[in-house]
């Protein structure tokens, strides 16, 4: 009976139906309303505080030219950064932690924010180059390293675990490359370097807006289209080919996916730690359902993000604390305890 309450069998055009998971659904939309909630409330934090009922006229279009230039100038396109990086993190650490059938196949452990972080400390340290030179330099650095992790993890096909080595393997060597760099640089270029490794939000603007918008609208459509393969391969790949799944082909698509999604947040905030990680076991605790939970998976990272940005100013002042260290101290309690619980429960 606990099932028929769970989820529900709908009736679509053209003479199928789709299973429909209310709890998950139900998660979705309050993951979605507490995003809002939370940018909203984002907005009006800074030097000039503006009240949330200011926030939501000026964005109607009813609000003074101050409050105009405030909120859709200065703040709002902080918190769509915000929102669309948060998205981008938890759901390519979903695609991860489910094609790796891992917890622990996250873009930190893969190796994919080191290689991000590794291409931008080249376009600022040996070549010295402006904001978007280092943007697209990180995002090169992920897509070479997610290629490079591809191919190194190939034999017969990619399987979880050997996904899991080799990327935590590739993330030591280009850890180490990283720290050589820093040392290489001088004063100016290491403080510049050592901000944008902390992952920040500040100083974002609609340049950073548009490009996470179109990569966001042409991926995530892809990626749940392809979420029923995603599921059937979870229990194995004999399976789900038996059921029709091309299993090489679909992985391969998604991890494409994931690694765009990944490198293309981390060029746009910075390595935002722990976000990937822990925004799917959080959807998956929420919604108590097995299966890989992409949107609540999406809407759980833009929440974390977004609240962990307005935690930062409202504790420490506007801008005084980059939103990677608080999203790094809070997924980093969560790691331990979830270790905690986990071997308690005789797990691991």
């Given at each position: 009976?606990?099932?028929?309450?769970?989820?529900?069998?709908?009736?679509?055009?053209?003479?199928?139906?789709?299973?429909?998971?209310?709890?998950?659904?139900?998660?979705?939309?309050?993951?979605?309303?507490?995003?809002?909630?939370?940018?909203?409330?984002?907005?009006?934090?800074?030097?000039?505080?503006?009240?949330?009922?200011?926030?939501l006229r000026t964005l109607a279009g009813d609000g003074t030219a101050y409050q105009d230039f405030i909120v859709n100038e200065l703040r709002l396109p902080r918190v769509l950064v915000g929102l669309l990086v948060g998205a981008?993190?938890?759901?390519?650490?979903?695609?991860?932690?489910?094609?790796?059938?891992?917890?622990?196949?996250?873009?930190?452990?893969?190796?994919?924010?080191?290689?991000?972080?590794?291409?931008?400390?080249?376009?600022?340290?040996?070549?010295?180059?402006?904001?978007?030179?280092?943007?697209?330099?990180?995002?090169?650095?992920?897509?070479?390293?997610?290629?490079?992790?591809?191919?190194?993890?190939?034999?017969?096909?990619?399987?979880?675990?050997?996904?899991?080595?080799?990327?935590?393997?590739?993330?030591?060597?280009?850890?180490?490359?990283?720290?050589?760099?820093?040392?290489?640089?001088?004063?100016?270029?290491?403080?510049?370097?050592?901000?944008?490794?902390?992952?920040?939000?500040?100083?974002?603007?609609?340049?950073?807006?548009?490009?996470?918008?179109?990569?966001?609208?042409?991926?995530?459509?892809?990626?749940?289209?392809n979420a029923r393969g995603l599921r059937l391969m979870e229990m194995g790949d004999d399976i789900a080919g038996a059921l029709g799944v091309r299993v090489q082909r679909v992985r391969l698509?998604?991890?494409?996916?994931?690694?765009?999604?990944?490198?293309?947040?981390?060029?746009?905030?910075?390595?935002?730690?722990?976000?990937?990680?822990?925004?799917?076991?959080?959807?998956?605790?929420?919604?108590?359902?097995?299966?890989?939970?992409?949107?609540?998976?999406?809407?759980?990272?833009?929440?974390?993000?977004?609240?962990?940005?307005?935690?930062?100013?409202?504790?420490?002042?506007?801008?005084?604390?980059?939103?990677?260290?608080?999203?790094?101290?809070?997924?980093?309690?969560?790691?331990?305890?979830?270790?905690?619980?986990?071997?308690?429960?005789?797990?691991?």
């Amino acid at each position: 009976m606990k099932t028929l309450t769970r989820s529900r069998a709908v009736r679509a055009p053209g003479g199928f139906s789709v299973r429909l998971d209310v709890r998950a659904l139900a998660v979705v939309v309050l993951l979605l309303v507490a995003a809002l909630a939370a940018g909203i409330a984002l907005i009006g934090t800074g030097d000039a505080r503006i009240p949330a009922a200011d926030v939501l006229r000026t964005l109607a279009g009813d609000g003074t030219a101050y409050q105009d230039f405030i909120v859709n100038e200065l703040r709002l396109p902080r918190v769509l950064v915000g929102l669309l990086v948060g998205a981008s993190l938890g759901l390519g650490g979903a695609l991860f932690q489910t094609i790796s059938r891992n917890p622990l196949g996250s873009p930190d452990v893969l190796g994919l924010s080191q290689g991000s972080t590794a291409g931008a400390l080249i376009v600022i340290v040996l070549m010295g180059g402006s904001a978007g030179q280092v943007t697209a330099g990180a995002l090169i650095g992920g897509l070479a390293t997610g290629v490079a992790i591809y191919l190194l993890a190939w034999k017969q096909g990619v399987h979880g675990y050997r996904l899991v080595l080799v990327g935590i393997g590739v993330a030591a060597v280009v850890t180490a490359v990283n720290g050589y760099l820093l040392t290489k640089a001088d004063l100016v270029d290491a403080a510049r370097a050592v901000v944008w490794m902390t992952g920040s939000l500040d100083g974002r603007d609609w340049d950073q807006v548009w490009p996470l918008l179109v990569l966001c609208a042409v991926l995530v459509p892809v990626v749940l289209v392809n979420a029923r393969g995603l599921r059937l391969m979870e229990m194995g790949d004999d399976i789900a080919g038996a059921l029709g799944v091309r299993v090489q082909r679909v992985r391969l698509l998604l991890m494409v996916c994931a690694v765009l999604l990944t490198a293309a947040a981390t060029a746009a905030a910075g390595p935002v730690g722990f976000v990937a990680l822990t925004a799917p076991q959080l959807a998956r605790r929420l919604t108590r359902s097995p299966g890989p939970n992409l949107l609540p998976s999406l809407c759980m990272g833009a929440a974390l993000l977004v609240a962990a940005d307005w935690a930062s100013q409202r504790a420490f002042g506007a801008d005084q604390l980059p939103v990677g260290v608080v999203t790094g101290v809070l997924g980093g309690c969560y790691l331990l305890w979830l270790l905690v619980t986990e071997r308690k429960a005789g797990r691991i």
